[in-house]
């Protein structure tokens, strides 16, 4: 009895040991892997390029950050650097993104499918928040919000619905984040379910949201423009 238990321990440990490896970016296994966008090779990140053919350009880019951006429809401009900027940063599993508010502005509900996210306050002040996935009844999803000043810090788990909102009407606001991924990819909600390209049938957007068609029809005849640059 005593063996059975201890491999049936062994077995859930090795289970969520390999859960974990599998669960985000690929790790290193040498100093860098910088990647080489030009190789047909397509593998779940970017194939390396050759170490005698790295130089310093492989991880900088002047993103001049210190730099305000001009917000869009919905009153933000997220800058994001990822892999696709700095190749350096491939399977580094980290990138980072400059947000800025409009008096007003929102950065609105979205997730990101491959990515915890930290965000800190470097100007104004944000209401931000995120919402628990879907629970067993009579439990609901569970919405977390605060409100960030200067300096403050808040994380956003990986893939939860979240948003941030600058609630001054005169004063822009401005953040930092990091996310736990080379390339954490963006569903920004409303753009995803109403402004999908075929649209969703309206049928099925009716009864999911329970209201008439005429409402989806609405929705789906806006300019769902994308925040993210």
């Given at each position: 009895?005593?063996?059975?238990?201890?491999?049936?321990?062994?077995?859930?440990?090795?289970?969520l040991?390999?859960?974990?490896?599998?669960?985000?970016?690929?790790?290193?296994?040498?100093?860098?892997c910088?990647?080489?966008?030009?190789?047909?090779?397509?593998?779940?990140?970017?194939?390396?390029?050759?170490?005698?053919?790295?130089?310093?350009?492989?991880?900088?880019?002047?993103?001049?950050?210190?730099?305000?951006?001009?917000?869009?429809?919905?009153?933000?401009?997220?800058?994001?650097?990822?892999?696709?900027?700095?190749?350096?940063?491939?399977?580094?599993?980290?990138?980072?993104a400059?947000?800025?508010?409009?008096?007003?502005?929102?950065?609105?509900?979205?997730?990101?499918?491959?990515?915890?996210?930290?965000?800190?306050?470097?100007?104004?002040?944000?209401?931000?928040?995120?919402?628990?996935?879907?629970?067993p009844?009579?439990?609901?999803?569970?919405f977390?919000?605060?409100?960030?000043?200067?300096?403050?810090?808040?994380?956003?788990?990986?893939?939860?619905?979240?948003?941030?909102?600058?609630?001054?009407?005169?004063?822009?606001?401005?953040?930092?984040?990091?996310?736990?991924?080379?390339?954490?990819?963006?569903?920004?909600?409303?753009?995803?379910?109403f402004?999908?390209?075929?649209?969703?049938?309206?049928?099925?957007?009716?009864?999911?949201?329970?209201?008439?068609?005429?409402?989806?029809?609405?929705?789906?005849?806006?300019?769902w423009e994308?925040?993210?640059?």
């Amino acid at each position: 009895m005593a063996s059975s238990s201890s491999f049936l321990l062994l077995a859930a440990l090795l289970a969520l040991v390999s859960w974990q490896a599998t669960a985000f970016d690929p790790s290193p296994l040498q100093d860098f892997c910088v990647a080489d966008m030009n190789s047909p090779v397509r593998v779940n990140g970017f194939v390396c390029k050759k170490p005698m053919e790295v130089n310093a350009d492989d991880f900088f880019k002047a993103a001049n950050l210190d730099k305000p951006r001009l917000p869009n429809k919905v009153g933000s401009n997220v800058t994001l650097i990822n892999v696709m900027q700095i190749a350096g940063l491939n399977t580094l599993g980290i990138s980072i993104a400059r947000i800025d508010y409009a008096p007003l502005g929102q950065n609105p509900p979205h997730t990101h499918p491959r990515a915890t996210e930290i965000l800190t306050v470097l100007e104004g002040t944000l209401y931000v928040g995120f919402v628990t996935s879907n629970q067993p009844a009579p439990n609901k999803n569970k919405f977390f919000s605060k409100v960030l000043n200067k300096g403050d810090v808040f994380v956003f788990p990986v893939g939860l619905i979240h948003f941030q909102f600058n609630p001054n009407p005169h004063q822009p606001a401005v953040a930092i984040a990091a996310l736990s991924s080379q390339n954490p990819g963006a569903i920004t909600i409303a753009n995803a379910v109403f402004g999908s390209d075929p649209p969703i049938s309206d049928d099925v957007l009716a009864k999911a949201f329970q209201v008439e068609k005429n409402i989806i029809d609405y929705l789906q005849a806006q300019f769902w423009e994308n925040n993210h640059y």
